[in-house]
């Protein structure tokens, strides 16, 4: 089995470090449905991408959701809902990252936007947590394009086994094996930890009985 000399940890933020508030409420702002199909929708959406990649305003991306999905709701309602999705840290993220920032240096690696960084860095000095921030909203590409993932490993300047990348989508995940990242997929820090331990960067934790 080859070794790798793991230089880098990138972390996702939704649903890896920052917990999200259920999609409905926002999606019930937009049209009626069931969330699969908002998801499928919003994955799909041009202002969507648009505004990940730095492209559009928060009003505009408000007001073309609003003539995309044909929404009646007011869009200063969509925009606060939409601002407020992100519901803080999970219990253990910071600590998380402060362990393996101890190992080895960290960054996240997050489709992003400026009304949502805005609010981790005043909330929560997310930034603080990192040695790097890579931001779609900031690199003008988005996950899971694999521009971003060589655009990523350009910057680093090291090889792209050495960066750890940990992320809750699939095709993010894909794209940045593709790229030649070794991603893994996880869901929360418990997740992210036991991942982190399984590659030998975190030492694994004793239970207490």
């Not at 931001?135 to 050495?162: A, N, W």
């Not at 992320?167 to 982190?196: C, Q, Y």
């Amino acid at each position: 089995m080859k070794m790798v000399d793991y230089r880098w940890v990138l972390f996702d933020l939704g649903g890896v470090l920052v917990r999200l508030r259920a999609v409905g409420p926002m999606a019930q702002l937009v049209g009626p449905g069931p969330d699969a199909e908002f998801w499928s929708g919003w994955l799909a959406s041009r202002w969507v991408r648009d505004f990940e990649r730095g492209r559009c305003s928060g009003s505009d991306f408000g007001a073309g959701i609003a003539a995309e999905w044909g929404m009646t709701a007011p869009v200063e309602e969509f925009l606060e809902a939409f601002q407020s999705w992100p519901d803080g840290l999970y219990d253990g993220a910071q600590t998380l990252v402060e362990d393996v920032r101890q190992v080895l240096p960290v960054g996240c690696l997050s489709n992003s936007n400026p009304l949502h960084w805005t609010r981790f860095v005043s909330q929560w000095q997310l930034d603080r947590l990192f040695d790097v921030c890579f931001l779609s909203h900031e690199m003008g590409l988005v996950k899971p394009d694999g521009e971003l993932f060589e655009r990523v490993v350009e910057s680093l300047g090291v090889q792209p086994e050495s960066i750890v990348f940990l992320d809750d989508n699939e095709a993010n995940v894909r794209a940045a094996r593709d790229a030649g990242l070794t991603a893994v997929k996880v869901t929360g820090p418990s997740e992210a930890r036991l991942e982190l331990e399984k590659l030998g960067i975190l030492t694994a934790q004793k239970q207490e009985w």
